[in-house]
């Protein structure tokens, strides 16, 4: 039974920073396309950052660019998102997902989904 298991979300401050955490089981997260996506209240699930088997291609949502990093470490069967200068418009429930082939930044994608870690940013 795959697994993947979001961790480190949390209520902080505008310009703190936090690193989630996404641990696999039931698949080697080597051999897939890992992402980040989230969804705030009352709007659509989105974006943020996606990085390929390799981990030698990165893709970022623009509203994210140069303040959030995605990375894997493969050994341990986990990735992370490193998100640093928050903003209070970041607050959502944040979820990984994989996929077994190609990069990419749409959710269908995907075939394998976290259940999310909230993340709340306050003004």
């Known amino acids: 039974q795959v697994q993947l298991v979001e961790s480190g979300g949390g209520l902080v401050q505008a310009g703190d920073s936090l690193r989630l955490a996404c641990s696999a089981s039931?698949?080697?997260?080597?051999?897939?396309?890992i992402a980040w996506f989230r969804r705030g209240r009352a709007k659509a699930r989105e974006f943020v950052a996606a990085?390929?088997?390799?981990?030698?291609?990165?893709r970022y949502a623009d509203s994210v660019k140069g303040r959030f990093t995605i990375s894997r470490i493969n050994a341990k069967n986990t990735m992370y998102l490193q998100m640093n200068s928050l903003k209070p418009e970041n607050t959502a429930v944040y979820y990984c997902?994989?996929?077994?082939?190609?990069?990419?930044?749409?959710?269908?994608?995907?075939?394998?989904w976290g259940q999310g870690t909230q993340v709340t940013v306050s003004s």
């Open positions: 039931g698949l080697t997260i080597s051999s897939y396309a």
């Open positions: 990085v390929n088997r390799n981990g030698d291609i990165t």
């Open positions: 997902a994989a996929r077994a082939t190609l990069i990419s930044r749409s959710g269908p994608d995907y075939d394998y």
